[in-house]
């Protein structure tokens, strides 16, 4: 089984930036699609963004173009999400996701077979 961990969430004031972490566990971390996403109170979980194994394929929510940027890096099982230009929209609980299954359907959290805990970011006005 895979176990992600993520962490960097915080507190952040309107215009700054977070970098947020996915360390996973798993044996064959490279032959996974790594996924973000994120929910806020009062709303359903919602992707955020996602990158294939080898990272030459990245795909983000409108909302956050432009603004947000997801790597990883193989060689350390982790994978980030830099989070530049943060609104309060964008204030969620973020969870990072792996699919081992090469689902196509990348913004469906259904397509995602490991979960991380979650990390709370919070952006102020």
């Known amino acids: 089984q895979v176990q992600l961990a993520e962490s960097g969430g915080g507190l952040v004031q309107a215009g700054g930036s977070l970098r947020l972490s996915c360390d996973a566990s798993?044996?064959?971390?490279?032959?996974?699609?790594m996924g973000w996403f994120r929910q806020a109170p009062g709303k359903e979980r919602e992707f955020v963004a996602a990158?294939?194994?080898?990272?030459?394929?990245?795909y983000y929510e409108d909302s956050v173009k432009g603004r947000f940027t997801i790597s990883r890096d193989n060689a350390k099982n982790t994978v980030y999400l830099q989070m530049n230009s943060l609104k309060p929209e964008d204030t969620a609980v973020y969870y990072c996701?792996?699919?081992?299954?090469?689902?196509?359907?990348?913004?469906?959290?259904?397509?995602?077979?490991?979960w991380g805990q979650g990390t709370q970011v919070t952006v102020s006005s």
């Open positions: 996701a792996a699919d081992i299954n090469y689902s196509n359907s990348y913004y469906r959290s259904g397509s995602y077979d490991y």
């Open positions: 798993g044996r064959t971390f490279s032959s996974y699609t």
């Open positions: 990158i294939s194994r080898r990272g030459e394929r990245l």
